[in-house]
């Protein structure tokens, strides 16, 4: 049973600051690894994959991978408040071989 | 690019009938697949094709629950019968699979499904 784990929150973070989300995930064979956006009432959209051990940065997103204790992360900086929405953590075992399983997500809060 | 098409946007129903949710996934793109979210569940893979083919199935709920896709530009999920607790927002997602690393999934807007 593949799992994807994250805290509901709500995660409220200050305008500016960095916000931290934190992803893991059980099956050891995972390769791919994905952060989405979703908004209330929207379909989730792709801020981010990373394949490999280590940080990833797109901007004012860094992603980070930790293979061996199976952790994943997304760090926003500056954050905004159009930041403010659920953050979704996908994981997939590689070349299509399933669909992407999911955590819940983690609500953040941007406040002004 | 027009993206992956869903339709309809939202769909009320009773309890009993039949439910069609369509998908045009984004030209070229191999892979489709059919989530379901809830606030209690998150995002569940239903099932999912590749080339048409149905690949996994082994999160469809139920025998009621269907899925085809008669050509690479068409996908339908059925219910039959429906019932209160298949309400749900259905996401129909699509993607291309270069190599042996999962790719993006790029999802339609979703069909938001009440079954009263």
């Known amino acids: 049973q593949k799992e994807v784990e994250q805290n509901s929150g709500p995660l409220s973070v200050p305008e500016g600051a960095i916000a931290s989300l934190n992803c893991t995930y059980s099956?050891?064979?995972?390769?791919?690894f994905f952060w989405y956006r979703q908004y209330s009432g929207k379909s989730p959209e792709l801020i981010m994959s990373?394949?490999?051990?280590g940080d990833k940065e797109d901007g004012r997103f860094t992603a980070q991978l930790n293979k061996a204790s199976q952790y994943v992360s997304l760090l926003i900086r500056d954050s905004q408040p159009s930041d403010s929405a659920t953050y979704l953590c996908a994981v997939g075992l590689g070349g299509g071989a399933d669909g992407l399983t999911f955590g819940k997500g983690t609500h953040l809060i941007i406040q002004p | 690019d027009a993206g992956v098409i869903q339709s309809p946007r939202h769909e009320v129903t009773e309890m009993g009938q039949e439910v069609t949710l369509r998908c045009k996934p984004i030209s070229g793109h191999d892979y489709l697949f059919w989530y379901r979210q809830t606030m209690m569940r998150g995002l569940e893979l239903l099932i999912y094709?590749?080339?048409?083919?149905?690949?996994?199935d082994s999160g469809m709920p139920e025998d009621r629950f269907s899925a085809k896709m008669p050509n690479a530009s068409f996908s339908t999920l059925k219910i039959q019968p429906s019932e209160p607790r298949d309400s749900a927002v259905y996401f129909c997602a699509s993607s291309f699979v270069p190599g042996p690393l999962s790719s993006p999934l790029h999802f339609g807007n979703g069909t938001r499904l009440t079954v009263t």
């Open positions: 990373i394949y490999s051990n």
């Open positions: 099956d050891r064979v995972s390769q791919s």
């Open positions: 094709f590749n080339n048409n083919v149905p690949i996994d």
